[in-house]
């Protein structure tokens, strides 16, 4: 067998694997409520396939054949465990397999909703749902994910067989929540998505191209989102706001990686295609009803690009949304982010009284917080203590452009 | 598949079980609750617990009982009571445990039987 059949074989196994990971790994553990269960065998039929389309060539239709491979190892497995355990998830594999033979031309259905809400399931560790999202709907490596998660490869398989465990003992319902519960429980697998998105975007400090896959797996998770569940204007909000901060991935840094704030960006380097669907992908969001944070953050950023056609940034719009956002969800990153608005748009004294009135024991460690502070004390001439809230904010870096970027501000304060 | 609600209350809810001006609307919560539980079906045992100051610790260290007077853990809120319902899944389980009355003031942890294989 020549070389460029080998070639063809593995090709065609690779992009089964991109097509239809996800929706065989959410068929197969919907059914059986055992993900570990399910990637097992889905690696085993995709290693089968590559020995077996070598010999007997591509099949016409790879998913279903990997599907029927991997269904019968599940099967096989449970029939081995039926006598002491439960059997009933191995009999619905079987009734199903019947019920796919009679109707053949029918593609299987599509359980991938169910596998986001139950990575993203209220039972399950908040640290780990982002992890367990990109492993299981993705196929992401677990050592990749490790390393982007700042902890070892071990570490983060444990922490993963853990909540797969969980998922499996505790009997986590694979399903789409009743409409009561839909709003609250989409909220969590958007933030899951949104995890992983500032994840890639911590990471791109760092060592560029593992951080810049994951945003791209987070931009592709909203987006399956959005397939899934086309009338949820908050999910909409979470693919513009990635997209309004993607399109500004190559004016953030100069090309000797120093770090370029928002107010100081070129924006002829920002991405008008991106910047263009987003739009597009707001204003659908905002014409339904049920406004939610990732609207007016995604609305915020949207305020920010009209510097994109005035030249300078409409505070007074941005501090309003900020206002509305600060009362849905008043997180520290909303309630800095709001102080900063006020510092620029109505003066240096209102942005110190919305920093001193935030009333969240986590913000003494907080590096935008410091940041924020610093440059507003800046400004209103405060210097000793600016310079304070400087060396603050730097110690609590962890990025060196970051660091190198405060230090530059603390001196130019100094300087005027 | 079964799981245990272990029922964590207070101090001033374990109190107001014997008396006092909260005993009957304590009382009548959880005979609600159990109305709701028995007549779904749910319910497959369980049992209100004395305080913790009757409670006894053993473990036996070097062949030796070690006897301690107290609960295993002293922790603000107390083990008050345990159930053990019949459901489907684990989401179910919470849904019940949501109209639990101590998950208003207490907690309640969920967690499924161990099933000897």
Not at chain 1, 6 to 11: I, K, S
Not at chain 1, 297 to 326: F, P, V
Not at chain 1, 390 to 416: F, M, N, T
């Amino acid at each position: 067998m020549g070389k460029s059949q080998d070639q063809d074989v593995a090709r065609a196994a690779e992009q089964a694997a991109q097509h239809s990971y996800s929706r065989l790994v959410a068929y197969l553990s919907s059914r059986t409520g055992d993900l570990a269960a399910a990637e097992d065998a889905l690696a085993d039929a995709f290693q089968r396939a590559l020995q077996t389309w070598r010999r007997s060539g591509v099949p016409d239709n790879p998913e279903a054949w990997l599907l029927v491979v991997a269904r019968n190892r599940l099967i096989d497995g449970g029939r081995k465990f039926t006598v002491q355990k439960n059997a009933e998830p191995t009999i619905r594999l079987i009734q199903e397999e019947a019920e796919m033979e009679k109707n053949q031309d029918q593609a299987f259905p599509d359980d991938r909703l169910k596998l986001l809400f139950v990575c993203a399931h209220p039972a399950i560790d908040v640290a780990i749902r982002t992890p367990l999202m990109l492993q299981t709907v993705l196929g992401v490596q677990a050592d990749r994910i490790a390393s982007a998660f700042l902890v070892s490869p071990p570490t983060m398989g444990q922490r993963l067989v853990r909540a797969k465990n969980k998922i499996r003992g505790a009997k986590i319902s694979f399903e789409v929540p009743c409409r009561d519960q839909l709003k609250v429980r989409l909220q969590a697998v958007l933030e899951t998505i949104y995890a992983a998105y500032g994840t890639g975007w911590n990471d791109l400090t760092g060592c560029a191209s593992q951080g810049q896959d994951l945003t791209e797996e987070a931009l592709w998770l909203a987006r399956l989102v959005i397939d899934l569940l086309p009338d949820q204007p908050e999910a909409r909000g979470l693919l513009a706001l990635m997209l309004y901060c993607e399109s500004r991935q190559a004016a953030r840094r100069s090309t000797d990686n120093t770090y370029i704030p928002l107010s100081e960006q070129n924006i002829s380097l920002w991405s008008e295609p991106m910047i263009i669907e987003a739009e597009q992908l707001l204003a659908a969001a905002l014409r339904e009803s049920g406004i939610g944070p990732f609207q007016l953050e995604a609305s915020i950023q949207s305020a920010h690009c009209m510097r994109l056609a005035t030249g300078r940034n409409n505070w007074c719009d941005i501090i309003q949304i900020y206002d509305r956002l600060a009362q849905l969800a008043p997180t520290a990153g909303v309630l800095i982010g709001r102080a900063a608005a006020l510092g620029e748009g109505e003066g240096p004294q209102q942005g110190l009284t919305a920093l001193q009135n935030i009333d969240l024991k986590s913000i003494r460690n907080y590096q935008p917080f410091w940041a924020v502070k610093a440059d507003i004390l800046a400004k209103s001439g405060q210097l000793r203590e600016a310079d304070q809230a400087y060396q603050k904010a730097i110690d609590l870096s962890e990025d060196k452009a970051i660091c190198a970027y405060l230090q530059l501000k603390r001196q130019h304060a100094y300087g005027s | 598949m079964n799981y245990m609600m272990m029922i964590f209350e207070s101090d001033d809810a374990m109190e107001s079980r014997n008396g006092g001006p909260n005993t009957e609307a304590y009382w009548a919560s959880w005979g609600a609750y159990h109305s709701a539980l028995t007549e779904a079906g749910v319910i497959t045992g369980g049992n209100a617990l004395q305080g913790k100051q009757t409670a006894t610790t053993l473990r036996i260290t070097d062949g030796k009982r070690q006897v301690q007077d107290g609960p295993y853990a002293d922790s603000k809120e107390q083990l008050g009571g345990y159930m053990v319902f019949d459901c489907p899944d684990l989401d179910t389980a919470l849904d019940w445990a949501a109209k639990c009355p101590a998950a208003e003031y207490g907690a309640v942890e969920v967690r499924p039987v161990h099933k000897s294989e």
